[in-house]
């Protein structure tokens, strides 16, 4: 049994399609490790449960060494 999803079985798969964001991302938060998981983002949660106004959150991880590399001219690294 081959465990490895090819990208030909990937886009047969069916795709999620949201007409209108669950909630509104207002936070962007860089490095979501363990500590922001369980922390920031249950807080964020809790405050959401009560709240009127619904803060979202965007994730940005630039584990990628793609990614780092590429973005090194923008940062001037």
Excluded at 26 to 36: Q, S, T, V
Excluded at 37 to 52: G, H, P, T, Y
Aim: no cysteine; aromatic share 6%; charged share 25%.
């Amino acid at each position: 049994m081959n465990s490895t999803l090819s990208d030909k079985n990937l886009k047969k798969l069916p795709r999620p399609v949201r007409k209108k964001a669950a909630v509104t991302p207002k936070i962007m938060h860089f490095g979501p490790g363990a500590f922001f998981r369980s922390f920031v983002a249950s807080l964020i949660n809790e405050v959401n449960q009560k709240d009127v106004e619904q803060w979202g959150i965007i994730a940005v991880s630039l584990n990628s060494e793609d990614t780092s590399i590429n973005s090194r001219p923008r940062l001037n690294i």
